[in-house]
Structure formats: structure tokens, C-alpha cells
């Protein structure tokens, strides 16, 4: 079961492709929301705002479920397709790719901007610092005090990732684990007598 991703950890730098007097700037943004999109594009048409076109596209969520392109007045798919394909080459989720063109006045034709909203987006991504995460699956769990060394060994042994404690009349955990391991450690918890395991 596939259980990492891959992304980028922070803002490309800007890159530059020119073709025909034409100049293409591209970037590269880790977004995990599409508010956090429309806040980036805001940004640049902002910075930008001689530019004739804004063209980008983005996948989002862990499992590469859902993406967006889009050729912002260039002709149907001539930008954000190419743009949205070099995501896919470089197989990266929460990302968000924009390529910002200031028109040169020669016409490129669709080849044209195929190739230049491609290249300016593969540039953007080789400037990127790609990196891969784990897919990792929350669960809580509840236990009495004097059961805390035998729990905090657990996640120690386990190496858990700990998201959330509350220490109240009793104690309560919220746990991440990496997802081809998390039957395993769920067996392992639920061995624990006293140890309450509550679905997230």
C-alpha cells in the first residue's frame, strides 16, 4: 500500500523562460488548501500586474485527488494542461505552479505556448526542493495515569508521532503512525490491557 508523497517544502525561486520576446516567469508554491492558492495568485497578479496572463495549475491532498488547471485566456489547453503535466512528471501533490507571461508581440502559436508554459513550469520545479512525506493516520487512545510509561515506552519503541495530549481525570492521546504500519501498531495498543482506542 502506497504510503509516502511527494512535494515541495517551501517557494521556488523565480525563473525566467523567453521565447519570441515573449517572457514567461515561473513559480512553484507548497499549498495544502485552495484559499492558500487563491492567495498566491492574488499575490503575483499584484507583483505582476503588467502581465498578460496568469496561467497555473495545482494538485492537491495526499492521495493526488484533486487538481485544477487552468489557461487564463490563452487558448484551451495551451497552458495550464502543460503546466499541470510537468506536476504530474515530477509526481508532486500540494503544489501549486503559476506561470505569468508578458506578451512579446510575436504570436507563438499553440506549439509555442505549449512549450514555453511547459518549460516554464519544469524550470520552477527543478528550482524546488522536492521532498518525500509518509502518509500517516491519526488515532486517539485514553488511559489511566499509572499506565504512562508502559504507553509513552510504546510511542517511544514505535517512534509514534504524539499530535495532541490532554491530561485531565484521565489521559488521552492523539497518535500519528505511518500507514502500512498502522495495523501493526494498533494490535500492539490494544494488547495493552486498560488501554482505549477511539476511531478519529
Avoid at 504512562?148 to 488521552?172: F, G, P, S, W
Wanted: net charge neutral.
Amino acid at each position: 500500500m502506497k504510503d509516502t508523497y511527494r512535494t515541495i517544502s517551501k517557494p521556488s525561486p523565480e525563473v525566467l523562460f523567453k521565447d519570441r520576446n515573449s517572457k514567461f516567469y515561473g513559480y512553484a508554491y507548497p499549498v495544502s488548501t485552495e484559499e492558500e492558492v487563491k492567495k498566491h495568485l492574488d499575490t503575483l497578479k499584484k507583483e505582476h500586474y503588467q502581465a498578460r496572463h496568469w496561467c497555473y495549475a495545482w494538485v492537491l491532498g495526499k492521495e493526488y485527488e484533486r487538481f485544477r488547471a487552468n489557461d487564463d485566456g490563452e487558448p484551451s489547453n495551451s497552458a495550464g494542461v502543460p503546466i499541470h503535466g510537468q506536476l504530474q512528471s515530477f509526481n508532486l501533490t500540494n503544489v501549486l505552479v503559476v506561470v505569468v507571461r508578458y506578451f512579446g508581440g510575436t504570436k507563438l502559436g499553440v506549439g509555442g505556448l505549449i512549450n514555453a508554459y511547459r518549460t516554464g513550469a519544469q524550470l520552477a520545479l527543478e528550482a524546488s526542493l522536492i521532498e518525500e512525506r509518509t502518509i500517516d493516520i491519526p488515532f486517539t487512545i485514553t488511559f489511566e495515569y499509572p499506565l504512562m510509561n508502559t504507553v509513552m515506552r510504546l510511542i517511544k519503541d514505535e517512534n509514534l508521532q504524539i499530535i495532541d495530549q490532554k491530561m485531565e481525570l484521565n489521559c488521552k492521546y492523539t497518535l500519528a503512525v505511518r500507514r502500512k504500519e498502522f495495523d501493526r501498531i494498533i494490535s500492539l495498543v490494544q494488547n495493552i490491557y486498560g488501554v482505549t482506542i477511539i476511531e478519529n
